[in-house]
């Protein structure tokens, strides 16, 4: 229904504009499949929260880490219900975590951020900005700026899990941090059966040339 409704709108936007070809038009599906889907997708995680109790939570778990989220990248699911399922575990499964959770003391609390800060520079350099082949990140200024901003936002909540004194917050920035980083790695993009669309763009050069 959501892919139809999707397909329906792209070809609108195809005949108000016939100069796009094919595989803009595919980019452009994407899009809009990302926006109608995620839009709902939202508003029910929400509201699982609420019902939960913890709708606060949850709504921080969203958006403290959306930045750091929207640079580094990460892998997408390939249906719609899969995606619905896997952004309640993440954001409604942080503020649980995050409630729950309480370090033995702050010595070990800092020696884990800062672990969990170090690993993330690491990788954030090694797979940042994490694109997908539908919607690949192509030009080196684009990466280039997408990378020290993940580098920013990264530091950013590492500095703020360890001076904001709520633990709440502090938890929802530890391990929403963790659970984003982790998502731009190979490991869960093979887990999760994505291909990184700047690696398949330069493959495709290589084939052409």
Known sequence: MIDKFCEYLTNKIRKKMPEIDDERAEVILYGVQLIVGEVPKIFLMFGLGFILGLWWQTLLAFFLILPYKVCSGGFHLKTHLGCFICTNVVYCGNAILSTKYTFPNEVVKIITIISIWVIGIILVSIYAPADTENLPILTKKERKTKKILSYVFLSINMLGAIFI?????????????????????????????????????????????
């Open 165 to 209: 004194p709520n633990s709440i917050i502090s938890n929802i920035l530890i391990f929403g941090t963790t659970i984003q980083t982790i998502s731009i790695t190979r490991i869960a993009y093979i887990l999760t059966k994505n291909k990184y669309g700047y690696e398949e763009y330069l493959k495709a050069q290589d084939v052409t040339i």
